[in-house]
């Protein structure tokens, strides 16, 4: 850390204009940057004064693995403690393998969402002092249906059954949640049960973006319609013509852009940037808020209309705290997962492992358990998952949850409330019919055999509880 209470990072990156765009988006957590071209001038770098103050290397993966890798290494040797993270416009998983068994802290993939990067820097940061968790990011492309996803907490999947029903219709959704709780893998699953299921699903992330260019990114432009316009550019409306336009972290949307958002919500029709006349799309749009998009309507940030035009359904979902009793199956889940990507093997999870999962409070939600698995899975050389292997969360001091976190042999259902007292009978019944439909996928017969139970019983059950099939 620099005198002045900055932290000092050093960029490796050869594109000058790579390099002011993540020197600013630092610059916002209160980061300085310093650059190097290539690994020889790294290196040199480090022996420097501000090499010396460093609190972190960001090294943009532009040359081929063998070189980052040595570079790592390189680096890793001469700095032991020194934060690591890795930039890449691919999201091929088998780089992230080799970064970080070279010894890369993590792995992040362009474009970079500003609160996303700045957090990979903190948590990096923290870590090398507190055994904080590593940075949240995103390793592997989540594309599931509603039947595919984990998790059989009461709140999560009426959440889920919002969502699917609100799938076969035409109206826009707004999904609120914390960062990582996997708001845009409900999105994809809307997507694949609406009728646009054929056509593809359009991503926007309106926090990454600079304000001046969200209105060209979104609805296009012609060419010369601005300094700089050399040439037309389709924007994503119309890119997601006939399909579904996912429009992550909508609350950072500049107020210009919110208009003709607006425009378009109510008219079917865009106009880019310098065209003569407006243009009709059809699309259908899913828009979320990491944070409470209410509040930033009463704070003048964000556009009252726009805000009931978009919250036409509402789709709130619960952190992971909240649900410690899917954190098992979700494991389980995410590891098989994390197995089928190049260069990872199964592994299974032993209990000790999933009992210090359990009682960690997961602030980076899904996002952060399958980036601490990830991690995990990268550097396990024996068959399966132990405690020892999640020496970050451990090192924190698990926080506990006292007898609220009790899981029934690690299946997912609390026995217990928060004040210690037995829950209902009739409460951890639902929950247990709703363990057993999402881990069977809904197939009903199924569900009923396991539980021992007719299916006229479990329906039966279903109406007593109040329990929705897609539950």
């Given at each position: 850390m620099t005198r002045n209470g900055q932290r000092l990072l050093l960029l490796i990156d050869d594109e000058p204009a790579q390099r002011r765009l993540v020197a600013a988006l630092a610059a916002r957590g209160g980061w300085r940057a310093v650059f190097a071209a290539d690994a020889e001038m790294a290196i040199a770098t480090l022996g420097t004064q501000d090499g010396m103050q460093l609190d972190a290397i960001v090294l943009d993966h532009c040359t081929p693995d063998a070189d980052a890798t040595m570079l790592i290494a390189a680096l890793r040797e001469r700095r032991p403690a020194l934060p690591i993270l890795m930039l890449t416009a691919n999201g091929s998983v088998s780089h992230a393998v080799s970064a970080m068994r070279a010894g890369a802290t993590d792995f992040l993939v362009k474009p970079l969402a500003p609160d996303r990067f700045l957090a990979a820097l903190d948590a990096a940061v923290v870590g090398t002092s507190a055994g904080?968790?590593?940075?949240?990011?995103?390793?592997?492309?989540?594309?599931?249906?509603?039947?595919?996803?984990?998790?059989?907490?009461?709140?999560?999947?009426?959440?889920?059954?919002?969502?699917?029903?609100?799938?076969?219709?035409?109206?826009?959704?707004?999904?609120?949640?914390?960062?990582?709780?996997?708001?845009?893998?409900?999105?994809?699953?809307?997507?694949?049960?609406?009728?646009?299921?054929?056509?593809?699903?359009?991503?926007?992330?309106?926090?990454?973006?600079?304000?001046?260019?969200?209105?060209?990114e979104l609805f296009g432009h012609e060419k010369g319609a601005f300094t700089g316009a050399f040439e037309r550019k389709i924007g994503r409306f119309q890119d997601a013509d006939g399909g579904t336009l996912f429009l992550d972290e909508v609350g950072e949307m500049p107020i210009e852009a919110q208009i003709k958002l607006l425009h378009f919500l109510h008219t079917g029709e865009m106009q880019a940037i310098g065209a003569r006349h407006p243009r009709e799309v059809d699309v259908r749009v899913i828009a979320a808020s990491n944070n409470r998009l209410l509040d930033e309507v009463e704070a003048g940030r964000f556009r009252e209309d726009l805000y009931y035009r978009l919250n036409m359904v509402q789709v709130t979902i619960p952190p992971l705290r909240e649900r410690t009793g899917d954190i098992p199956s979700l494991a389980r889940h995410l590891l098989a997962r994390i197995a089928q990507q190049p260069g990872l093997r199964s592994l299974g999870i032993t209990d000790?492992?999933?009992?210090?999962?359990?009682?960690?409070?997961?602030?980076?939600?899904?996002?952060?358990?399958?980036n601490a698995l990830f991690r995990a899975a990268v550097l396990c050389e024996d068959a399966a998952l132990t405690r020892d292997d999640f020496p970050q969360i451990a090192a924190l001091g698990n926080r506990q949850r006292g007898p609220a976190a009790a899981v029934a042999g690690g299946g997912g259902v609390t026995l217990f409330r928060s004040d210690g007292n037995l829950r209902a009978l009739e409460e951890i019944e639902a929950d247990v019919i709703r363990l057993a439909i999402g881990h069977y996928r809904g197939r009903m017969t199924e569900v009923a055999r396991r539980l021992g139970i007719g299916r006229s019983t479990l329906y039966r059950k279903l109406g007593e509880l109040g329990i929705d099939n897609a539950a």
């Open positions: 904080e968790l590593r940075p949240l990011t995103e390793k592997i492309p989540a594309l599931l249906a509603f039947d595919e996803i984990v998790g059989s907490s009461p709140d999560f999947r009426a959440a889920l059954a919002i969502a699917a029903k609100a799938a076969r219709t035409r109206v826009s959704i707004l999904l609120e949640g914390e960062i990582g709780v996997g708001k845009d893998v409900i999105a994809e699953a809307i997507h694949a049960a609406s009728p646009r299921a054929k056509k593809p699903m359009t991503s926007v992330n309106c926090g990454a973006i600079p304000a001046n260019l969200v209105e060209s000790d492992a999933l009992e210090l999962l359990v009682q960690y409070d997961w602030p980076g939600n899904v996002r952060q358990l399958q």
